[in-house]
Each structure stands twice: as C-alpha cells, then as structure tokens.
C-alpha cells in the first residue's frame, strides 16, 4: 500500500466546467495534490495510456473520447490513497453510484463518468508516470 494515487478529470467533466468541483472535493476530503497538469491526449497517447483495454469492445470508444478534449491529470496523496479514493470517486456507472460520490455528483453515464481513479498501487505509480516526470511531482 503507498499514499499516491493518479486520477484524471475526464473531458465530459471538463466541458462541463466541472473541474474546479472536483479538485475542490479531492481536497477537502483530504487529498493533497502533488501534482496537476491540464493537457489535452493525442489519439496515439490515449490509446498507450488505456492499453490496457486494447482487445476490450469499448476501447475504440474510449480512445476517441480520452482524445475528444482537455483532461486535468492528478497525483494525489493520502493515507491509503487507492483504495480511498476509489470510494470517494464511486462506482463506474454513475447510476450504481453511491450518494454524494463525485461520479454521482458530476458524471452522466457509464462512458462519460467524470474521472479515472487508478485501481492499484502498481497502476497508480504507472499512470502517475505517464503524465508526470520526477521533476514535475511536488
């Protein structure tokens, strides 16, 4: 277990003008933010970074919605900051969302749900990686 995790405010919540609720809750529930980037992924780089999904049904889609707009990328630490987090961002279909989660607060379906939240340790150190060099983690 560390204290980092990696998370992305995704384009449908950045369209939205959801940004600055979202980094607002992380906060407030305690996070601290080590490092914020906003950027916007290539075809190609949202493609490498969800990899991951590549054989999956979905990951054309996805890969066309990561690359559609600008993202806020994220580390954030807090004790237990994976697992945490995943809690405070709630369930991927923001339907089967709990109340007062961020992705029933600001998501509208199970493609277009706000944020990414890393599902490990081992991914969050990789994700984190992806989008941010040693130099540029506070």
Known sequence: ??????TM???????????????????????RIVALK???LSSEKAGEFYGIHRERPFYGELVSF??????MA????KADAVASFRTLIG???PAKAEAN????????SLGENAVH??????????????????????
């Open 74 to 77: 994220a580390i954030l630490e």
């Open 91 to 93: 369930a991927t279909d």
């Open 9 to 31: 405010i995704k384009p449908d919540a950045m369209a939205k003008g959801h940004a600055g609720a979202i980094l607002d809750r992380i906060v407030k529930e305690g996070y």
């Open 38 to 40: 906003m950027t916007k």
């Open 117 to 138: 939240g890393s599902d490990s340790d081992e991914n969050a150190a990789i994700e984190g990686s992806f989008f941010f060099s040693g130099l540029e983690q506070f």
């Open 66 to 71: 990561m690359s559609s707009g600008p993202i």
């Open 1 to 6: 277990m560390t204290n980092r995790t990696f």
């Open 101 to 108: 989660t961020i992705r029933k607060l600001f998501a509208s």
